[in-house]
């Protein structure tokens, strides 16, 4: 009995328990406390690590490609962090199949304060994928998640072969999340979706790029960021579709709009600092039928950059006792062309 507990001690990685905050994954099964070139046993995916793991423990992840869903769920795992050992060197690739109703690569569903941070998630390359992949999900009553400094994007970014990659991170079912520093990639419908009444987020310093090079499609597709019946404080990102996009399809599509707000109430939206370029429309507050939706009442535009836009770099459908006759305050903001006159300046 004693031999066989010391031979299980040595190819057993440790798990998390009360004296032992902190557990290591690599793709070998072995990493540690000095580093993934440690030799202790260790776990080889992320979720058996998660499994293991309680509240407040953190789960480092080695350099490495790890094919498979990561899900956090309940609050067992309050305040869990899973980090890349080395900043985006930790590769989480979505699997051939998900769930139907959890298409993506990592659900947080009724945990508080779960922290994903540094880690590169890729996207499936499959074209003509039916299951509108979400690469973050956070949702089922999740408060305080922290997405900080991940790259986001499709397996074969800038190319035509988007496959199933619908939405970089999507915060809904009345949770909220905190997203710092990430890099999303060529999604096809959204970078960014804060929806449903009781949902919120703070959205800032990320970058947003939308560059199908290689595809020919007339119209245009997607919104980098949108605000659907929600809270959001918008700060500080940067938003590029491609330089010559085009409607007509003789060239990439074009980006739909790049900050999309519908339907929120007064005091829940502000949008702060943004630099924003090339899409059809820059700022949009409401939608293009005031009938199809609630209008957006009480938000806050300040000191956003939304010029070279192909159709109107400020847009607000609402009506009201703000800023030209709308229902919100737009306050020295950059734009050549809007609706109605007086959103946003020229500049110099």
């Given amino acids: 009995m004693a031999a066989a ?6 190819s057993a990685p440790i798990m998390a328990g009360a004296g032992s905050a902190t557990v290591w994954v690599d793709d070998d099964g072995r ?8 030799d202790t046993p260790a776990f080889s995916t992320v979720q058996s690590a998660v499994d293991a793991t309680g509240p407040d ?3 480092f992840v080695c350099p490495g490609v790890y094919t498979e869903q990561i899900v956090v769920s309940g609050h067992g795992h309050d305040g869990l962090t899973i980090e890349s050992a080395k900043r985006r060197q930790a590769v989480v690739r979505a699997p051939a199949a998900l769930p139907e ?3 993506s690569i990592a659900l947080i569903e009724g945990a508080d304060r779960v922290r994903l941070h540094e880690l590169k998630l890729l996207a499936s390359a499959q ?3 039916d299951q509108q992949l979400v690469a973050i999900l956070v949702t089922s009553g999740s408060q305080g998640a922290d997405i900080g400094a991940n790259l986001i994007r499709p397996e074969m970014s800038n190319t035509a072969v988007a496959g199933c990659f619908w939405f970089g991170v999507m915060v809904t079912g009345n ?3 905190r997203l710092v520093g990430n890099t999303i990639t060529d999604f096809l419908l959204g970078g960014v979706f804060v929806g449903g009444a009781g949902s919120g987020a703070t959205v800032s310093r990320n970058v ?3 560059r199908h090079v290689g595809e020919r499609l007339q119209g245009c597709r997607g919104d980098a960021i949108s605000v659907i019946f929600s809270a959001a404080r918008v700060r500080r990102n940067i938003v590029s579709g491609l330089p010559g996009a085009s409607l007509d399809g003789t060239r990439p599509p074009m980006l739909c709009t790049r900050i999309l707000v519908v339907g929120t109430e007064p005091g829940q939206m502000v949008a702060r600092d943004n630099l924003v370029r090339y899409a059809f429309d820059g700022i949009r507050l409401g939608p293009d039928d005031p009938a199809d939706f609630e209008l957006v009442d009480g938000a806050l535009v300040i000191e956003n950059d939304a010029r070279h836009g192909l159709g109107l770099d400020c847009v607000d459908t609402s009506t009201g006792d703000g800023t030209a006759g709308t229902a919100n305050t737009w306050t020295d903001n950059l734009g050549l062309t809007d609706a109605p006159d007086g959103l946003c300046t020229p500049g110099s």
Avoid: D, N
Avoid at 5 to 10: E, I, K, N, P
Avoid at 31 to 38: N, Q, T, Y
């Fill in 101 to 103: 109703g959890r298409e």
């Fill in 208 to 210: 947003l790029r939308y």
């Fill in 5 to 10: 507990t010391v031979a299980l001690s040595l």
């Fill in 57 to 59: 423990h953190t789960v």
């Fill in 127 to 129: 074209t003509g994928c």
């Fill in 175 to 177: 949770s909220s999340a």
């Fill in 31 to 38: 990493a540690g406390a000095s580093g993934c070139a440690s």
